[in-house]
T-cell receptor, first 117, second 115 residues
Framework: GAVVSQHPSRVICKSGTSVKIECRSL??????MFWYRQFPKQSLMLMAT?????????EQGVEKDKFLINHASLTLSTLTVTSAHPEDSSFYIC?????????????FGPGTRLTVL | AQSVTQPDIHITVSEGASLELRCNYS??????LFWYVQSPGQGLQLLLK??????LVQGIKGFEAEFKRSQSSFNLRKPSVHWSDAAEYFC?????????????FGAGTTVTVRA
């Protein structure tokens, strides 16, 4: 159990376009989902925390109008990179925390590689 | 706020030799501690976690870690390394509900295994 999927796994887009990445918890309900960004050979940096039915909380330095997060249900969160530019190229990883869990345990998706040309 | 330090950027070890990866954390309360492994271009795989109880934690793939509160450390060990253990290893500390259960990751340690 506790499987998280991401779609797409890889996407290439032109500069100026928007890209949507989906994060789904397949076999559990997720009260909270997290979005991370990872540059090559670097660590994961938390971008934002989203709770189902409420607005996402963004980390300092992350543009909320640039990275739109929607957490419409207990199994789905989406990250939309708006007007993407080459500097947005990165590996985006989501994680989900199980509803009702009293522990801090996050289950990670396989990641989405975004390349902006 | 919590933070994690992984002092070793890169470690090279011979196949069959032992491995120890260091992790030091900073957190004001009892921490949730994790070790993850990441192969190139892949997501994270949880190796083991510590929430409470026994300070020596057993994980998958023959890994173990020991929580030492006095040293604020959570070092990862494996007695005999296999070539497939070559990967990036991340230590992470998790906050509690008061900080939205956020995870903070260390910079990572790259492990190279030589034949």
């Amino acid at each position: 159990g506790a499987v998280v999927s991401q779609h797409p796994s890889r996407v290439i887009c032109k500069s100026g376009t928007s890209v949507k990445i989906e994060c789904r918890s397949l076999d559990f309900q997720a009260t909270t989902m997290f979005w991370y960004r990872q540059f090559p050979k670097q660590s994961l940096m938390l971008m934002a925390t989203s709770n189902e039915g409420s607005k996402a909380t963004y980390e300092q330095g992350v543009e909320k109008d640039k990275f739109l997060i929607n957490h419409a249900s207990l199994t789905l969160s989406t990250l939309t990179v708006t007007s993407a530019h080459p500097e947005d190229s990165s590996f985006y990883i989501c994680s989900a925390r199980r509803l009702g869990s009293s522990y801090n345990e996050q289950f990670f998706g396989p990641g989405t590689r975004l390349t902006v040309l | 706020a919590q933070s994690v330090t992984q002092p070793d950027i890169h470690i090279t070890v011979s196949e069959g030799a032992s491995l120890e990866l260091r992790c030091n954390y900073s957190y004001g309360a009892t921490p949730y501690l994790f070790w993850y492994v990441q192969s190139p271009g892949q997501g994270l795989q949880l190796l083991l976690k510590y929430f409470s109880g026994d300070t020596l934690v057993q994980g998958i793939k023959g890994f173990e870690a020991e929580f030492k509160r006095s040293q604020s450390s959570f070092n990862l060990r494996k007695p005999s390394v296999h070539w497939s253990d070559a990967a990036e290893y991340f230590c992470a500390v998790g906050a509690d509900r008061s900080n939205d259960y956020k995870l903070s990751f260390g910079a990572g340690t790259t492990v190279t295994v030589r034949a």
